[in-house]
């Protein structure tokens, strides 16, 4: 009868029987694959530091599972993770079919190549803890499978969290060029008697007494021309080039000893009139006058005054404040007079919008450029139209025109425990008047214009983009470089040595198959025989017998195509003295039993 032995004495490497995880093409397959998600990670990476991330992503959900949200994070965070399990696991494979077919490999080497039983017959990885596997590795000087066990450990504990952490969402924004046109203008010519100011006057009080957002195209202190963007849906922030109208107010506290009051006296309804004169930088105010009754409890009242000419106008507008007192030389107490030195102003800047659909939504910053004074005469219609913008309140103890109304109801914000506080006021006016005059903008003097203005803006959309995360691409990419050169030593490795086998040895009828005929099964015999009552012989052998100096090779015979395994000098040695990792075992496995006993 023929018989088909799983080993083979050729010196050709066809014919080896190897196992399916160390052939050609599932190595090929598994180095493919890495070198393409190696290249695949670079150039993800090389393009999400250049691109500011390399995809646009939105962030969807896709229900629950369990109760548990599920949105769509996962497709670059979970499902990467998942995906490369099964490549950790295949080298994982490789790995350990490498270290099983080393005791064969081995004992192919023969006699020449003095390999004793603790490398050859006794050699089995898989009963080592697979975190001191590479020592052991080293130790018999197998240095692919040292490398291959410890990188493969390391791909089992970051292989999968780096690459769940491998693509991280961030806001970027983008910026494109856009048409924009406008389509008003500033006319500084239609400010006139007949303008209605009360729009400004409800702007002001509402912004500044109450907290207000004031109305787009317009700040607290400054009016814009508007800009719109050709196409009707853009949404994004729009930064473009226009022009921005405020007044410097130049406000100051006349002091009360200055203007030097003269009060007329009183009729018989207590009814007199103070007359106030002073000079102000330059600009000679004379014969303000008030009328003051014991009605009214608080005036504040608007002023103003003509000074330059019509090529330089420096007039002066103020607010003249107090409280009745029947006592005082003048029936007033505290007497605060603010005068200001209004200049306008044009300056042109980059102004930034955010847009929805089209439409205005938020100022954003302004970057000032060029500033340039505007001088009209259409301006003094302001200041002398201001004090006569009456208020009509019969019923209050207030004696106030619409800006003084507007100054005084903000000062008692600023200091509400005073009825007239001079540095309230004088911050009020000043504030007021701003918030006035660009409101007067926004509302009356930006009119339409022919043709509208065309123009160009940057318009920048926030969007949602995913980004590789360099640190860990870094490290992803160093332990798949690794993996794949542990991958390509086995591989040369394993096509560079033989084994004895010749067909998988399955089972323990096929590692019985490989023992046959040779010298194992004798010397096992012979151990039982010495030591019946043993009962780890394995164990025994492991420490009294000279393992380290043994040979053990594979022999084949003349003739036949297989041969037997060659055992020689493995002797027992009653002062054989253990090993020292069989002294480490030893000191643990007496701690076990001492804590067995414990328990008991």
């Given at each position: 009868?023929?018989?088909?032995?799983?080993?083979?004495?050729?010196?050709?490497?066809?014919?080896?029987?190897?196992?399916w995880e160390l052939k050609r093409w599932w190595i090929s397959v598994i180095f493919v694959i890495k070198i393409g998600l190696l290249i695949t990670i670079i150039v993800l990476s090389v393009l999400s530091a250049k691109h500011n991330g390399f995809r646009r992503v939105s962030v969807h959900s896709f229900g629950n599972f369990l109760d548990v949200p599920v949105d769509s994070h996962i497709l670059w965070g979970a499902l990467p993770s998942f995906l490369i399990s099964p490549l950790g696991l295949a080298f994982a494979g490789?790995?350990?079919?490498?270290?099983?077919?080393?005791?064969?490999?081995?004992?192919?080497?023969?006699?020449?190549?003095?390999?004793?039983?603790?490398?050859?017959?006794?050699?089995?990885?898989?009963?080592?803890?697979?975190?001191?596997?590479?020592?052991?590795?080293?130790?018999?000087?197998?240095?692919?499978?040292?490398?291959?066990?410890?990188?493969?450990?390391?791909?089992?504990?970051?292989?999968?969290?780096?690459?769940?952490?491998?693509?991280?969402?961030?806001?970027?924004?983008?910026?494109?060029?856009?048409?924009?046109?406008?389509?008003?203008?500033?006319?500084?010519?239609?400010?006139?008697?007949?303008?209605?100011?009360?729009?400004?006057?409800?702007?002001?009080?509402?912004?500044?007494?109450?907290?207000?957002?004031?109305?787009?195209?317009?700040?607290?202190?400054?009016?814009?021309?508007?800009?719109?963007?050709?196409?009707?849906?853009?949404?994004?922030?729009?930064?473009?080039?226009?022009?921005?109208?405020?007044?410097?107010?130049?406000?100051?506290?006349?002091?009360?000893?200055?203007?030097?009051?003269?009060?007329?006296?009183?009729?018989?309804?207590?009814?007199?009139?103070?007359?106030?004169?002073?000079?102000?930088?330059?600009?000679?105010?004379?014969?303000?006058?008030?009328?003051?009754?014991?009605?009214?409890r608080i005036y504040s009242r608007t002023w103003w005054q003509s000074c330059g000419d019509s090529q330089d106008p420096q007039d002066r507008i103020g607010v003249f404040a107090g409280a009745y007192s029947p006592t005082s030389a003048d029936s007033l107490d505290n007497l605060t007079i603010i005068s200001c030195w209004p200049k306008y102003w044009n300056r042109s800047v980059a102004l930034t919008m955010a847009f929805e659909d089209g439409g205005p939504g938020q100022l954003g910053d302004v970057t000032p450029q060029n500033?340039?004074?505007?001088?009209?005469?259409?301006?003094?219609?302001?200041?002398?139209?201001?004090?006569?913008?009456?208020?009509?309140?019969?019923?209050?103890?207030?004696?106030?025109?619409?800006?003084?109304?507007?100054?005084?109801?903000?000062?008692?914000?600023?200091?509400?425990?005073?009825?007239?506080?001079?540095?309230?006021?004088?911050?009020?006016?000043?504030?007021?008047?701003?918030?006035?005059?660009?409101?007067?903008?926004?509302?009356?003097?930006?009119?339409?214009?022919?043709?509208?203005?065309?123009?160009?803006?940057?318009?920048?959309?926030?969007?949602?983009?995913?980004?590789?995360?360099?640190?860990?691409?870094?490290?992803?990419?160093?332990?798949?470089?690794?993996?794949?050169?542990?991958?390509?030593?086995?591989?040369?490795?394993?096509?560079?040595?033989?084994?004895?086998?010749?067909?998988?040895?399955?089972?323990?009828?096929?590692?019985?198959?490989?023992?046959?005929?040779?010298?194992?099964?004798?010397?096992?015999?012979?151990?039982?025989?010495?030591?019946?009552?043993?009962?780890?012989?394995?164990?025994?052998?492991?420490?009294?017998?000279?393992?380290?100096?043994?040979?053990?090779?594979?022999?084949?015979?003349?003739?036949?195509?297989?041969?037997?395994?060659?055992?020689?000098?493995?002797?027992?040695?009653?002062?054989?003295?253990?090993?020292?990792?069989?002294?480490?075992?030893?000191?643990?496995?007496?701690?076990?039993?001492?804590?067995?006993?414990?328990?008991?």
């Amino acid at each position: 009868m023929k018989h088909n032995w799983p080993w083979t004495r050729s010196n050709s490497v066809e014919g080896n029987w190897r196992p399916w995880e160390l052939k050609r093409w599932w190595i090929s397959v598994i180095f493919v694959i890495k070198i393409g998600l190696l290249i695949t990670i670079i150039v993800l990476s090389v393009l999400s530091a250049k691109h500011n991330g390399f995809r646009r992503v939105s962030v969807h959900s896709f229900g629950n599972f369990l109760d548990v949200p599920v949105d769509s994070h996962i497709l670059w965070g979970a499902l990467p993770s998942f995906l490369i399990s099964p490549l950790g696991l295949a080298f994982a494979g490789i790995i350990k079919a490498a270290a099983d077919r080393q005791p064969y490999v081995e004992l192919y080497k023969g006699r020449s190549a003095h390999r004793n039983a603790r490398q050859t017959i006794l050699l089995d990885y898989a009963t080592y803890p697979s975190i001191f596997n590479w020592a052991f590795a080293l130790s018999k000087q197998h240095f692919h499978i040292s490398a291959g066990i410890s990188t493969q450990l390391l791909a089992s504990l970051l292989l999968a969290p780096l690459m769940s952490n491998l693509f991280q969402q961030n806001p970027t924004q983008t910026q494109s060029s856009i048409k924009l046109r406008a389509f008003n203008g500033l006319n500084i010519s239609a400010l006139t008697e007949a303008t209605d100011l009360q729009p400004a006057f409800d702007i002001s009080s509402a912004v500044n007494v109450y907290k207000a957002a004031p109305p787009v195209w317009m700040t607290p202190n400054s009016s814009f021309e508007p800009f719109y963007p050709n196409e009707g849906s853009v949404s994004g922030n729009v930064t473009f080039p226009t022009f921005a109208y405020f007044v410097d107010t130049d406000c100051e506290s006349i002091a009360r000893a200055e203007p030097n009051p003269t009060y007329g006296g009183s009729d018989v309804q207590g009814t007199g009139t103070n007359v106030i004169s002073f000079m102000d930088r330059n600009c000679s105010i004379s014969d303000l006058q008030w009328p003051v009754t014991s009605e009214k409890r608080i005036y504040s009242r608007t002023w103003w005054q003509s000074c330059g000419d019509s090529q330089d106008p420096q007039d002066r507008i103020g607010v003249f404040a107090g409280a009745y007192s029947p006592t005082s030389a003048d029936s007033l107490d505290n007497l605060t007079i603010i005068s200001c030195w209004p200049k306008y102003w044009n300056r042109s800047v980059a102004l930034t919008m955010a847009f929805e659909d089209g439409g205005p939504g938020q100022l954003g910053d302004v970057t000032p450029q060029n500033t340039s004074r505007i001088q009209s005469t259409s301006l003094r219609t302001l200041h002398s139209y201001l004090p006569e913008y009456g208020l009509s309140s019969p019923s209050s103890d207030l004696d106030s025109d619409s800006f003084g109304n507007v100054v005084h109801a903000y000062a008692q914000r600023l200091a509400p425990e005073s009825n007239i506080d001079n540095d309230a006021y004088l911050n009020s006016t000043g504030v007021m008047y701003s918030t006035l005059f660009a409101a007067l903008v926004t509302t009356q003097l930006i009119e339409p214009l022919q043709p509208p203005l065309v123009g160009t803006g940057t318009l920048a959309t926030t969007v949602t983009r995913l980004y590789v995360v360099l640190p860990i691409a870094y490290s992803l990419i160093t332990l798949l470089a690794v993996m794949t050169v542990c991958t390509v030593v086995i591989f040369v490795y394993v096509e560079r040595t033989n084994s004895i086998l010749q067909e998988e040895p399955q089972g323990l009828l096929g590692r019985a198959m490989v023992l046959l005929q040779g010298d194992v099964m004798e010397f096992v015999e012979r151990v039982r025989e010495r030591h019946p009552t043993e009962r780890k012989l394995l164990e025994y052998v492991k420490k009294h017998y000279t393992v380290r100096s043994s040979k053990c090779w594979y022999e084949g015979e003349l003739g036949p195509s297989w041969g037997s395994i060659r055992l020689t000098d493995l002797e027992e040695d009653s002062n054989l003295r253990p090993s020292s990792w069989q002294r480490i075992l030893a000191f643990f496995s007496l701690q076990r039993r001492h804590l067995r006993k414990g328990a008991h």
